[in-house]
T-cell receptor
Framework: DQQVKQNSPSLSVQEGRISILNCDYT??????FLWYKKYPAEGPTFLIS?????DKNEDGRFTVFLNKSAKHLSLHIVPSQPGDSAVYFC?????????????FGKGTKLSVIP | GAGVSQSPRYKVAKRGQDVALRCDPI?????LFWYQQALGQGPEFLTY????????KSGLPSDRFFAERPEGSVSTLKIQRTQQEDSAVYLC???????????FGQGTRLTVV
C-alpha cells in the first residue's frame, strides 16, 4: 500500500511555462515533505521542503504548496527551463522517533521542451 | 569528501554470488541510510544508522541482506547469495541528523544475471 503517490508518471511542458507536479499521501502522521530531483545515473538531489505547519514554501523558481485537509502537495516551477528536465520525487517524513525514514513516491518524469 | 560517495557504481553479479556495496558519507554526518530503488519505482528504505548503531533494519528484504558501519563512518551493505529480484539501484544517504535534508550518493546499480 503506497503511502505517497505520484499519479502522473510523466509531464511535458514548454520552456518558459509553469510545471506543476502533484503528490498525494495517505498517512496523516506525516509532518514534513520534501521534493527531490534526479538526473539519470545520479542520486536524488534535495530541492525544496515544507513543514506541515505551513501551506507554502518558496525558493526562487520553485514553490511547494501543501493542502493538509486534502493530503495533497504540489511543486510549481516557474518559468520552466530545459535544465529542469529530470525525475521529481515527492517524499514524506513522520514525526518523532520515525523522522529518519523517507517515504518516496514513484516519481514524475518532467520534460521541458525548448 | 564533498559529497556521499558510493562504490562500485555498477556491479554485475551471477546469481548466488555475494556482493558488498560501499558508502562513504559526508564527513561529520551522524545519520546514514540505505535505500533500494527498483526500476520505475521510488527509493525504498532499507536501514538506518546513527553513528555505528544500526537503529532500524526493518526495510531489509531478507536475512541475506546485512549492513554495517563499524566505526560510525563508512558503511557496507552486503547481499549474500544474490537473486535476480535483488537487481536494483542501491542508494546511500547521510545527514547531520534524521531524514531532513539527507544527501544521496550516486548509487550502485546491481544487476544479477
Amino acid at each position: 500500500d503506497q503511502q505517497v503517490k505520484q499519479n502522473s508518471p510523466s509531464l511535458s511542458v514548454q520552456e518558459g511555462r509553469i510545471s506543476i507536479l502533484n503528490c498525494d499521501y495517505t498517512n496523516s502522521m506525516f509532518d514534513y515533505f520534501l521534493w527531490y530531483k534526479k538526473y539519470p545515473a545520479e542520486g536524488p538531489t534535495f530541492l525544496i521542503s515544507i513543514s506541515s505547519i505551513k501551506d507554502k514554501n518558496e525558493d526562487g523558481r520553485f514553490t511547494v504548496f501543501l493542502n493538509k485537509s486534502a493530503k495533497h502537495l504540489s511543486l510549481h516551477i516557474v518559468p520552466s527551463q530545459p535544465g529542469d528536465s529530470a525525475v521529481y520525487f515527492c517524499a514524506a517524513i513522520p514525526p518523532g522517533a520515525g523522522s529518519y525514514q523517507l517515504t518516496f513516491g514513484k516519481g514524475t518524469k518532467l520534460s521541458v521542451i525548448p | 569528501g564533498a559529497g556521499v560517495s558510493q562504490s562500485p557504481r555498477y556491479k554485475v553479479a551471477k546469481r548466488g554470488q555475494d556482493v558488498a556495496l560501499r558508502c562513504d558519507p559526508i564527513s561529520g554526518h551522524v545519520s546514514l541510510f540505505w535505500y533500494q530503488q527498483a526500476l520505475g519505482q521510488g527509493p525504498e528504505f532499507l536501514t538506518y544508522f546513527q553513528n555505528e548503531a544500526q537503529l532500524d533494519k526493518s526495510g531489509l528484504p531478507s536475512d541475506r541482506f546485512f549492513a554495517e558501519r563499524p566505526e560510525g563512518s563508512v558503511s557496507t551493505l552486503k547481499i549474500q547469495r544474490t537473486q535476480q529480484e535483488d537487481s536494483a539501484v542501491y542508494l546511500c544517504a547521510s545527514s547531520l541528523l534524521n531524514g531532513y535534508e539527507a544527501f544521496f550518493g550516486q548509487g550502485t546499480r546491481l544487476t544479477v544475471v
